[in-house]
């Protein structure tokens, strides 16, 4: 079956660094999507990931190692506006079609 | 400016009284989907469409119908809703469901629905 795991809550103080883990279970791995979701809001796209390696976007960076079937996202120098919920997602070809299928999401609480 | 739009956003309703949530998008994509989100549950997919007048089931699809008579348009259709069909709702839409590079999914603001 098709599986992510991400941590439920975490929490971090304002100008510091977090580290948000998801590993995935899927068949016909075709990419990896980091989305962040503030209460009540639309999910807004952070990062992608299809090969191996580190992508940087400013304070965001996102890893993916395709043979562990795990990703990270790392959020630097935060700001108490990073306080949101952030969505792994796997898109999976399967049968011509891309699925996304989403985590559960990480709540993430950034405290002064 | 590109967006996809729902109406309604917040919606009260009572057990068997059909509803519809229409969603718009003006960016030309092919790709729309429709998920519900729970608490602790993330987002789930109810039904997609890979262009129009293709409509499929994602993996919750009981109780909900969808048409895609326009490219723009993915109505979602709750012919009798339950209870349990109390959720957050998103539309999303994508260039093409076929991609094999980049292509992200643009949200919608999300439909609020209670159904009591």
């Known amino acids: 079956g098709q599986n992510i795991d991400q941590p439920t809550e975490m929490t971090a103080t304002e100008g510091a660094i977090v580290q948000i883990n998801c590993t995935y279970q899927?068949?016909?791995?075709?990419?990896l999507f980091w989305y962040q979701q503030h209460a009540g809001e639309a999910p807004t796209f952070l990062s992608y990931?299809?090969?191996?390696g580190l992508e940087e976007k400013g304070r965001f960076s996102s890893f993916l190692s395709r043979s562990k079937g795990y990703s990270y996202l790392l959020l630097k120098e935060l700001q108490m506006k990073d306080s949101a919920s952030y969505l792994c997602a796997v898109r999976s070809l399967s049968g011509g079609y891309n699925k996304l299928i989403f985590g559960a999401g990480t709540r993430l609480a950034v405290h002064p | 400016e590109a967006q996809v739009t729902q109406n309604p956003r917040y919606l009260i309703t009572v057990t068997g009284k059909k509803l519809t949530v229409t969603c718009s998008q003006n960016?030309?994509?092919?790709?729309m989907s429709w998920y519900r989100q729970d608490p602790g549950l993330g987002l789930r997919q109810i039904y997609y469409?890979?262009?129009?007048?293709?409509?499929d089931k994602g993996d919750v699809p009981e109780g909900y119908k969808v048409s895609r008579k326009e490219k723009r348009n993915f109505p979602l259709i709750l012919e009798s809703p339950s209870p349990n069909q109390t959720s957050l709702y998103f539309c999303?839409?994508?260039?093409?469901?076929?991609?094999?590079?980049?292509?992200?999914?643009?949200f919608g603001p999300g439909t609020r629905l209670t159904v009591l």
């Open positions: 960016m030309n994509h092919e790709y």
């Open positions: 999303a839409s994508s260039s093409s469901g076929r991609a094999i590079s980049y292509n992200e999914q643009f």
């Open positions: 990931n299809v090969l191996d």
């Open positions: 469409s890979m262009n129009v007048e293709v409509t």
């Open positions: 899927t068949s016909g791995f075709n990419g």
